[in-house]
């Protein structure tokens, strides 16, 4: 079945320790999103990829970063994680952006920061 | 300040009635809106739609109803199964790029 897979599930790291998500997509779809879910919140988008085209949302902190080295896999990579970044972190992809495009989520990893 | 708003943190129903999920928005300039279902160590699945120039859409058991004048939709479920139990986002967009703003969720709970 196609799908959006988040590898770890569960993701442990230190204070200030640089530290890599991944995810990978096996439906093709041209747009790949990362959004930050901390407990009893609503999921935030912090970016999204279209294409090779990386789309910053305002708020989002200079100490998170994303690659996308091709069109499967998307990375969100935190650069120095404190205690505030833990949390939930979804990654969704949809065949295009716009209004109307389905994202479809992959299970989310789960970040604990000591 | 949150521009898609589910108060209700939690929802029980009896199996067979319905359940009402309610959803509230400030940003008038949201076109499209989505509600999606999550179980738990699951991403958030796709569930039904509405775009802005509707007030209603039902797939199966379950309609969405919108409206626009009060900035609100709400989601109906009937009738509810123990299947579910999960945790609901409502969710809105607007405009070309499409980005998803979420509501906190509701926690419903179905029981037989």
């Known amino acids: 079945d196609a799908m959006v897979i988040q590898n770890p599930r569960y993701q442990v790291t230190q204070f200030g320790k640089p530290v890599t998500l991944s995810c990978s997509q096996t439906l093709n779809h041209n747009v790949m999103y990362w959004y930050q879910q901390k407990s009893s919140q609503a999921p935030k988008l912090l970016f999204h990829?279209?294409?090779?085209?990386?789309?910053n949302e305002a708020d989002t902190p200079d100490n998170f970063q994303s690659r996308r080295p091709n069109t499967s896999f998307c990375f969100l990579d935190i650069r120095s994680p404190g205690l505030g970044d833990a949390a939930m972190y979804l990654c969704?992809?949809?065949?295009?952006?716009?209004?109307?495009?389905?994202?479809?989520f992959g299970p989310g990893t789960r970040l604990l920061v000591l | 300040d949150q521009q898609v708003k589910q108060n209700s943190p939690s929802l029980s129903v009896q199996e067979g009635r319905i359940s009402i999920l309610n959803c509230d928005y400030t940003?008038?300039?949201?076109?499209?809106f989505l509600w999606y279902k999550k179980y738990p160590a699951e991403g958030p699945t796709f569930l039904i739609s509405i775009s802005s120039i509707k007030d209603k859409n039902e797939d199966g058991r379950f309609t969405v109803f919108l409206n626009k004048s009060a900035k609100h939709l709400s989601l109906h479920i009937v009738p509810s199964q123990p299947g579910d139990s999960a945790v609901y986002f409502c969710?809105?967009?607007?405009?070309?790029?499409?980005?998803?703003?979420f509501g906190k969720g509701t926690k419903l709970s179905v029981k037989p």
């Open positions: 969704a992809t949809s065949r295009a952006p716009g209004v109307g495009e389905t994202q479809y």
């Open positions: 969710a809105a967009s607007e405009g070309s790029q499409g980005n998803l703003i």
């Open positions: 990829y279209y294409d090779k085209d990386f789309n």
């Open positions: 940003n008038s300039m949201f076109d499209y």
